[in-house]
């Protein structure tokens, strides 16, 4: 009994025991755009119901948070290990939706042989374009018609606009961007192709990727939108700085994807950056919120959470999909980013499943939106 006491109530106050609405996030954003949340392998089994119930009823779109990236897909040269992201593939097709590969070429969670020959040094550009094209022409190839848009580089470019100094970019110049897109093009002519990026509100980054964009349209090569992580907080961005990136991409050609939205509401170490290298030591005073958000953090959370969410409704000409970074607060990565150990409230579902107020709030302003616009057609 003392086992399953805890999960008794936390079945009784759970989100589960509530009736079943409508609408959902996802019915009453249907004609703005996807909304989708990033999946880990452990919620696509089903097992975890409350999870299921969340994803199927409020998200059309998913994105893997992890088992597509590189380090996994490929640990070793030629073995490629495909059972997550087969069964995450098949989960999107099951719940008919929108389904995001992520990601392609990035510096991050990349298995240690990708720059290197068997004696450890650094191979040459010819090798590594090899090792580029049969990555990607593999990965795209086997979801090809299935997975309807790729994050193909991701965080190339650094807040000053200058190329990140990775190894690509080492070995290969500014021409592996261009190299991948082509890459992934070939592979599924069909497929939507994205460049994702952090910190995409600085104005050296913005005026380097509207650059991007330009020029791999200019040269004939496909790129469908710009992904806009959106790893935010409570101090930054403010809404004026991010709006003026969507517009500038916008205006560069593309579409605007907000790929990995989740705003803290922990104090932040430097406020700016979602670089996962920088992982800060923990600090107590940075870890306030152990027991609970208190109601006034709590209320000015869901406030700025809605003003992102209204901004992202008036450019929906322009975006096509919001992704949160996660399905609830329990297992987002921001407990871990930066500052490990932490207990955070990033998502727009709390530790029990439940909907923020924001959820309800949105639902219930787009429903009214929506009824007028109907009657207004009539
Ligand atoms: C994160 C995942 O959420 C974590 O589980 C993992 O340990 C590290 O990567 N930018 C990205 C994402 O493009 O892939 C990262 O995801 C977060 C930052």
């Given at each position: 009994m003392k086992r399953i006491l805890p999960i008794l109530i936390l079945l009784l106050s759970s989100c589960a025991s509530q009736k079943h609405y409508e609408p959902t996030l996802k019915s009453a954003l249907a004609d703005k755009f996807y909304i989708g949340t990033a999946l880990s392998p452990w919620q696509l089994t089903g097992r975890d119901s409350l999870a299921h119930d969340v994803i199927t009823r409020h998200f059309n779109a998913i994105v893997p948070e992890n088992c597509m990236k590189s380090m996994y897909l490929q640990p070793r040269e030629g073995e490629f290990r495909f059972r997550d992201a087969d069964a995450f593939v098949r989960f999107g097709e099951e719940h008919d939706m929108f389904v995001t590969g992520h990601c392609l070429i990035w510096h991050s969670q990349l298995p240690d042989w990708f720059f290197v020959d068997e004696a450890g040094r650094d191979v040459s550009p010819e090798v590594l374009r090899q090792r580029m094209r049969s990555h990607i022409t593999t990965v795209v190839g086997r979801y090809k018609g299935r997975i309807k848009g790729w994050d193909v580089v991701n965080e190339a470019i650094m807040e000053d606009g200058s190329y990140r100094k990775s190894k690509f970019y080492e070995i290969l110049g500014e021409e592996f961007i261009p190299l991948a897109f082509q890459y992934a093009h070939e592979a599924d002519p069909e497929v939507e192709l994205y460049y994702n990026d952090y910190n995409m509100y600085f104005p050296g980054k913005r005026e380097a990727v509207c650059r991007l964009v330009r020029e791999l349209k200019a040269r004939g090569l496909r790129i469908d939108a710009v992904g806009m992580q959106g790893h935010i907080d409570m101090f930054g961005p403010s809404i004026e700085e991010f709006e003026a990136s969507i517009n500038a991409y916008a205006e560069a050609g593309v579409k605007v994807m907000i790929t990995e939205f989740d705003m803290s509401a922990l104090p932040s170490p430097w406020h700016r950056s979602a670089n996962i290298s920088d992982t800060i030591s923990y600090e107590q005073r940075m870890n306030p919120y152990t027991q609970g958000l208190p109601e006034a953090v709590s209320a000015q959370w869901n406030e700025r959470m809605m003003q992102y969410m209204q901004l992202f409704i008036a450019h929906a000409d322009d975006i096509t999909r919001v992704t949160l970074w996660g399905v609830c607060d329990g297992n987002s990565w921001r407990n871990g980013?930066?500052?490990?150990g932490r207990t955070d409230y990033p998502l727009l579902f709390d530790r029990q499943y439940c909907p923020k107020p924001v959820v309800n709030q949105l639902i219930e302003e787009l429903t009214a939106s929506n009824k007028r616009a109907r009657s207004k057609r009539k």
């Open positions: 980013f930066p500052i490990r």
